[in-house]
């Protein structure tokens, strides 16, 4: 239906708007929003759980395409996209590179540290206080940070240092309990949400490429 609209124009974000009330009418929330529904009836529940599994069925289906080289399946994505460059590199071992910006759905508890406030999308803040407890121990499975603990190929980061979207110590948690024995990080300081545009983009691009490389 909205094939070809552009993005943010008045009938995705309708449509969004209807998607995001029919989510908060099942499984009410304090701001109604899709990403923040369902975690406190349980993990089959939260929105995200269907997507990630179509999102891996997918990846198994496009490396036994004929002609793909299983030693360059790589994958790239920023803000959603770059939680989902976590969750499926962990998942997924036909990934063998990825490149992760800006990740969101990742450090989603960062707010029980002191002076740190939660990952993208601010889960757990955005439930009724009744449904708090719960929506608190299904996060966890959902998060960056653990699906970073399974990664085991060439990882690389980039993080602004003034993202109030997925604020740095998201991308600085995955990429500290992260196994890889290639890995690497570059900060883009003064930028947000739009860091791969400073230093930290092209030089996380070029490090990417030597990775991609040194597999043949």
């Known amino acids: 239906m909205l094939r070809g609209e552009p993005h943010k ?32 009836a349980s993990r089959e529940d939260y929105f995200y759980y269907g ?29 959603q996209g770059g939680g989902f460059g976590l969750i499926l590199t962990g998942l997924n071992k036909h990934i063998r590179l990825a490149q992760i910006g800006v ?8 707010d029980r ?4 406030e939660a990952g993208w999308p601010r889960l ?26 399974q990664i085991d190929v060439p990882v690389g980061f980039v993080v602004g240092f003034i993202d109030t979207v997925c604020p740095p110590h998201a991308g600085y948690a995955a ?3 992260c196994p890889s024995k290639k890995k690497a990080i570059f900060d883009s300081i003064g930028w947000g949400h739009d860091a791969s545009k400073g230093k930290g983009g092209p030089a996380l691009t070029k490090w990417i490429s030597e990775q991609d490389k040194a597999a043949d």
């Open 9 to 40: 124009s008045a009938k995705c974000l309708s449509v969004q708007k209807e998607e995001d009330q029919a989510y908060a009418k099942k499984y009410p929330v304090k701001t109604v929003r899709y990403t923040q529904c369902g975690i406190a």
């Open 51 to 79: 997507v990630i599994l179509a999102a891996n069925r997918a990846v198994d289906w496009a490396a036994s395409r004929p002609g793909v080289d299983p030693k360059h399946v790589r994958y790239t994505g920023g803000s």
């Open 103 to 110: 990740p969101a759905i990742t450090d989603l508890l960062g």
């Open 113 to 116: 540290v002191s002076s740190r």
């Open 124 to 149: 757990i803040d955005a439930q009724l206080p009744e449904n708090r407890e719960a929506a608190s121990k299904n996060a966890p499975y959902f998060c960056g940070v653990n699906f970073a603990r």
């Open 175 to 177: 990429y500290n309990v």
